[in-house]
């Protein structure tokens, strides 16, 4: 199969170092394998997202010299294959309706029979407060997530293959690090429909991408893809979890770093290659 791989932004701000850096490591490894570079616009939080941001976010990947089939992916417009997916943990008898604000989930994680609260990959785990509750009961209000105790009976875990430079080697899931490091993962939210755990096995599906590079801090979000891609019985591809540009204190960029933009680099007068050159390629 031609090596296929994306680069999925959401179009909720500037494009900082840390992004030029991910998509340029995406688009060497393609080029290099004569293979495929894809845009996805991960635009599924239509409260965050803007189409200005979503022209500068391409404005400045083509300044960089990127190039991409269009037109692009864009996830708004496929609520119905999440929905779809949805429905398939649904009927597996896999999923329940959650009431629960961050701020229940916090109580109920610090309780004292809890013991010391545990994070994964979306933050404090959740300790399974609606787990009981049946989808007939769900409002519109309620977020769906999937019960991975129940979810663990349907077979044998399976593992993927990594070749980023912190964690190479093949990975196996287990049934102990589902349950205590990830716990029961919203598929779909009340505004946004499918979750992005959902929509990114789906979209990476949907469009044969065999090799996801994306940043280190989604490692662990892996196992959790690797499992719905194991329930929904989707093809699986490589993933490479490549190192974060980090700021002079060590702190990874986020969106809000906008002295870190690159479109604040463009108009100081900086060259693709001088941007290059900063992240390390
Ligand atoms: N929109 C996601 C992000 O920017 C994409 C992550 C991924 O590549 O899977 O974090």
């Known amino acids: 199969m031609t090596f296929t791989t994306r680069f999925a932004p959401s179009p909720t701000g500037p494009l900082h170092l840390g992004h030029a850096f991910s998509a340029l490591t995406a688009a060497d490894m393609a080029r290099a394998q004569g293979g495929a570079f894809l845009l996805r ?112 009976g349907t077979g044998p875990l399976p593992g993927f293959m990594e070749t980023g430079p912190a964690h190479a080697g093949h990975h196996l899931l287990t049934a102990d690090y589902l349950s205590h490091g990830i716990g029961d993962p919203v598929l779909a939210r009340p505004q946004m429909g499918a979750s992005y755990h959902l929509s990114v096995v789906v979209d990476d599906a949907a469009q044969n991408i065999t ?35 980090r700021d002079d204190a060590g702190k990874r960029l986020a969106k809000r770093d906008d002295a870190r933009a690159i479109a604040r680099y463009r108009d100081d007068g900086l060259t693709p290659e001088d941007l290059r050159r900063m992240v390390g390629l």
């Open 211 to 245: 090799h996801v590079v994306r940043g280190e801090d989604l490692f662990t979000a892996t196992f959790l893809h690797r499992f719905l891609q194991m329930l929904l019985d989707l093809p699986v591809p490589t993933y490479h979890h490549h190192p974060l540009i």
């Open 41 to 152: 616009i991960d635009d599924l939080d239509q409260s965050r997202a803007r189409p200005e941001w979503e022209a500068q976010l391409k404005g400045d990947l083509a300044w960089l010299g990127l190039t991409w089939p269009e037109p692009c992916r864009r996830q708004s417009e496929h609520l119905t294959a999440y929905r779809a997916a949805l429905e398939q943990f649904t009927d597996m008898g896999l999923t329940y309706p959650c009431q629960c604000s961050r701020r229940d989930i916090a109580a109920a994680a610090s309780a004292p029979q809890e013991g010391a609260p545990h994070f994964g990959p979306d933050g404090l785990i959740y300790p399974g407060t609606c787990r009981a509750r049946p989808m007939a009961e769900a409002d519109p209000g309620d977020a769906i997530r999937l019960n991975i105790e129940k979810a663990l």
